[in-house]
């Protein structure tokens, strides 16, 4: 049973990632997927989480490290920010999260928190899912990486190149940030600390 729900919990995370970009094919207007879009992850995420590995999926949200938070923080953006200029050096500008053309304050702070909390739910089921099973956290966190890049295709377009390189690094980081502080609570602020200040250039322009 312990190998078989390991195995549920991370094709069903699989599927609720591809499930959610699928959404904007669905011809629903555009009210109701700006809702969906906002809770889609975060909800189906953790009735999954929950219900195939109640125990250890639960105990990431029991703690928090401050410690962690304190260099996690500036690793990611360092992380995050040489990996985006790798990228434009070897291939010319990126291209920009679709996101830009609708986002505003209220979307980063009404929005934006819980979009990204759905992310490291999709993330963290998918190293639980795989630790579980008996893959080191460097194998899981690799795989789940690359998932995560895979998985911004709707939002960048289809340059799977691009996404890892900019995006995987990122992801690492995160998946890091969390297995040191065993807290989701640490590698969701982080991460929405970091994509808060990318958002900064969107008003900018």
């Not at 629903?28 to 590995?53: C, D, H, Q, R």
């Not at 053309?101 to 819980?114: D, G, N, R, T, Y």
């Not at 690094?169 to 969701?188: C, D, G, Q």
Request: aromatic share 16%; glycine share 6%; hydrophobic share 55%.
């Amino acid at each position: 049973m312990k190998k078989n729900s390991s195995l549920a919990l991370l094709i069903l995370t699989i599927m609720i990632g591809i499930s959610y970009e699928l959404l904007a094919f669905t011809g629903l207007n555009e009210s109701i997927l700006t809702i969906l879009g906002t809770v889609w992850n975060l909800l189906f995420a953790f009735i999954a989480g929950f219900y195939f590995m109640k125990d250890k999926f639960l105990t990431q949200f029991k703690h928090f490290s401050f410690k962690t938070l304190l260099w996690g923080l500036p690793l990611i953006i360092v992380v995050g920010i040489s990996f985006s200029s790798l990228y434009s050096h070897l291939f010319g500008n990126p291209t920009t999260n679709s996101i830009g053309e609708s986002i505003s304050l209220m979307m980063i702070f009404v929005q934006i928190p819980f979009m990204l909390m759905g992310e490291e739910l999709l993330s963290t089921n998918i190293l639980l899912a795989l630790q579980n099973k008996g893959l080191s956290f460097f194998w899981s966190t690799i795989i789940c990486s690359i998932l995560f890049a895979l998985w911004h295709i709707p939002a960048y377009g289809f340059h799977p190149l691009q996404l890892i390189i900019t995006l995987m690094p990122a992801r690492l980081i995160l998946n890091f940030i969390w297995k040191k502080s065993n807290s989701v609570w640490v590698s969701w602020l982080c991460h929405f600390i970091y994509d808060s200040l990318g958002f900064i250039n969107f008003f900018l322009k």
